[in-house]
């Protein structure tokens, strides 16, 4: 199974100029449904494109909406694949759109539903643009907007960078999305060489590393690829990336019951840490099929207690969408939808 022909490569192969893309984004963006929707484009041009791509690179199929107002599509694309996309609701109109980079993923997180597909194709950046522009349309139904973009969906991005990358910076341009760096985040389970790759190109994101364990046993039982690349290693490209790129990095970690959430889990963290360049963010857990339960409020304050003491503030990330197995670790296009 392969993505469709790019509109970037079939504009190229009609001798288009580049900022025709940019004209159907555009026209994606305010509601068209069709290239012949698209009137700043040339009607041969439209003709061209309906014949040798579909409009859009994914459709919905089936959606769900939690009673906290986060949404979730199953997305397909034509040869098949399928994938999901989450629009996570706050305060004030604002939405954060999660975004898919695989359908399904190898690296057999123990917590994760999508893990626990197995590996599916890597998304083209087309694919993962049109979930953005899917998402910016679902927000202004709802008279909110699209103000956060983050790589939480199914899938490792760092192992599609090539995909990722360009469809960072489009929904960065002024003339795609216009998100600022702060507000896109990719966001890793460790992916070293991924890492160095976001040092070395300039890329307008945050990198977020979903760290959940402080010690290697334990984050090697929870995510494999720790036998590949242990704490000391992935901190030390994280480092790296911060020395070249000036920017803090995110370290996620999920609260598990008994599993790492101890006060000495938290100091253990304090210590990986101590330098002053990383950010906790905590998460509260969401039930899958494996055998992980949420931190208790009192445990969870515990470690949150432990943590300031050895010198570390964290945010807590409150679970959303998890009626509708739409929270952070729950996506698979086999779910529950
Ligand atoms: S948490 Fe991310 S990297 Fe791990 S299995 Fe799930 S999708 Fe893959």
């Known amino acids: 199974m392969s993505a469709e022909p790019s509109l970037a490569a079939t504009l190229a192969e009609l001798g288009q100029p580049g900022y025709r893309h940019r004209q159907v984004t555009e026209a994606k963006r305010a509601g068209a449904e069709g290239f012949d929707e698209v ?3 040339p009607a041969t041009l439209r003709a061209q494109l309906s014949e040798r791509l579909p409009f859009w690179s994914m459709t919905p199929e089936r959606e ?4 906290d107002g986060t949404r979730k599509w199953l997305l397909r694309a034509p040869d098949g694949v399928a994938v999901e996309l989450v629009l996570i609701a706050h305060a004030a109109g604002r939405r954060t759109a999660c975004l898919s980079s695989q359908a399904g993923c190898a690296l057999a997180c123990r917590f994760c539903a999508t893990g626990a597909m197995g590996p599916g194709r890597d998304l083209s950046s087309d ?3 049109d979930q953005a522009l899917l998402a910016t349309r679902a927000a202004a139904e709802a008279a909110a907007r699209l103000t956060n973009v983050v790589f939480m969906g199914m899938g490792e991005p760092l192992q599609n960078l090539d995909a990722v990358l360009p469809a960072v910076r489009a929904i960065h341009a002024p003339e ?4 600022s760096a702060r507000k896109i985040a990719v966001s890793t389970v460790g992916w070293v ?8 190109e300039e890329v307008p994101a945050r990198l977020a590393i979903s760290l959940h364990a402080a010690d290697d046993d334990t984050r090697s039982e929870l995510m494999p690829i720790n036998l590949r690349y242990p704490i000391a290693n992935l901190l030390a490209e994280c480092r790296r990336y911060c020395d070249t790129t000036g920017r803090r990095v995110f370290i996620e970690y999920l609260l598990l019951d008994r599993v790492n959430d101890a006060p000495a889990d938290a100091r253990r963290l304090a210590t990986l840490l101590r330098d002053g360049r990383f950010h906790v963010n905590l998460i509260e857990y969401n039930p899958t099929a494996g055998p992980y339960r949420a931190s208790p409020p009192e445990r969870r ?3 949150q207690r432990a943590l300031a003491r050895s010198g570390i503030e964290a945010s807590l990330r409150r679970s959303r969408g998890a009626d509708v197995a739409a929270a952070c ?3 698979a296009t086999g779910g529950s939808g």
């Open 127 to 129: 694919e993962i643009v």
């Open 301 to 303: 304050e515990a470690f």
């Open 176 to 179: 795609g999305l216009g998100l």
């Open 329 to 331: 670790g729950q996506l």
């Open 39 to 41: 009137s700043t484009l």
């Open 193 to 200: 060489p991924g890492i160095t790759r976001m040092s070395a």
């Open 64 to 67: 769900a909406v939690s009673a």
